[in-house]
C-alpha cells in the first residue's frame, strides 16, 4: 500500500519564479507534516513542517499549505534561486513518530538562470 | 558537535560477504533510525530504535540486523551482502517531538 504520492517527480523553474511541490497522502492518523531537503552527496534535512491545526504556514520563501479534507500538503518556494536546486522529500508522520518516516518518492527541483 | 556520523563513506562488498555500517549520535537522542535510499524510491525505512536495548523492523529489514548496546551507537550488519543491497544507507536520530537529524550517508555497492 502506498501512503504516500508526491510530485512531480522532476521540476524545473526559471530563477525568481514559483516552485509548487505536492504530496498525497491515505492514512488519517498522520498528524505532523515536514519537508525534507537532500542536496547531492547528503543526506535530508527538515525544511519545514506543518500541524494539521492551521491550513498555511511560512518560513521565509517556503511555504506549506495544508488540505485536511483533501489529504493533501504542498511546498512552494517563493522567488526561487539556483541554491533551491536539490531533491525534495515530503514525510507525513503519526503522533510525531520520529523514528519511522514514510516518505514521498522525491522531487529533484532545478533552477535555472 | 558533530552530530550523526556514518562510516564508511563507500564500501564494495562481494556477493556473500558480510559487514557492518557504523552509526553514531553525540545528542543523546532517544530515537536512531536507518533507511536505505534508491532512485525514484525516496527512502525506506529498514530497522529503528526507541531506545537502548529496544528495536524494531522497519518496511525493508530482511537481510539486515541492528542492535542498540548504548543511546549513541546503532550499526547496521550485512549479513550475506546481495547485489539487490547496493544502495545509499542512511542513519537518523531524533528526540521526542524534535528535528530528525540525518547522517551524510554511506554508499554500498555489491558486485
Known amino acids: 500500500q502506498q501512503q504516500v504520492k508526491q510530485s512531480p517527480q522532476s521540476l524545473i523553474v526559471q530563477k525568481g519564479g514559483i516552485s509548487i511541490i505536492n504530496c498525497a497522502y491515505e492514512n488519517t492518523a498522520f498528524d505532523y507534516f515536514p519537508w525534507y531537503q537532500q542536496f547531492p552527496g547528503k543526506g535530508p534535512a527538515l525544511l519545514i513542517a506543518?500541524?494539521?491545526?492551521?491550513s498555511e504556514k511560512k518560513e521565509g520563501r517556503f511555504t506549506i499549505s495544508f488540505n485536511k479534507s483533501a489529504k493533501q500538503f504542498s511546498l512552494h518556494i517563493m522567488d526561487s534561486q539556483p541554491g533551491d536546486s536539490a531533491t525534495y522529500f515530503c514525510a507525513p508522520t503519526s503522533n510525531f513518530g520520529n523514528e519511522k518516516l514514510t516518505f514521498g518518492t522525491g522531487t529533484r527541483l532545478t533552477i535555472i538562470p | 558537535n558533530a552530530g550523526v556520523t556514518q562510516t564508511p563513506k563507500f564500501q564494495v562488498l562481494k556477493t556473500g560477504q558480510s559487514m557492518t555500517l557504523q552509526c553514531a549520535q553525540d545528542?543523546?537522542?532517544?530515537?536512531m533510525s536507518w533507511y536505505r535510499q534508491d532512485p525514484g524510491m525516496g527512502l525506506r525505512l529498514i530497522h529503528y530504535?526507541?531506545?537502548?536495548?529496544?528495536?524494531d523492523q522497519g518496511e525493508v529489514p530482511n537481510g539486515y540486523n541492528v542492535s542498540r548496546s548504548t543511546t549513541e551507537d546503532f550499526p547496521l550488519r550485512l549479513l550475506s551482502a546481495a547485489p539487490s543491497q547496493t544502495s545509499v544507507y542512511f542513519c537518523?536520530?531524533?528526540?521526542?517531538?524534535?528535528?530528525?537529524?540525518f547522517g551524510e550517508g554511506s554508499w554500498l555497492t555489491v558486485v
Open positions: 530504535s526507541v531506545g537502548a536495548g529496544i528495536t
Open positions: 506543518i500541524r494539521p491545526d492551521v
Open positions: 537518523a536520530s531524533s528526540s521526542v517531538g524534535n528535528t530528525i537529524y
Open positions: 545528542m543523546n537522542h532517544e530515537y
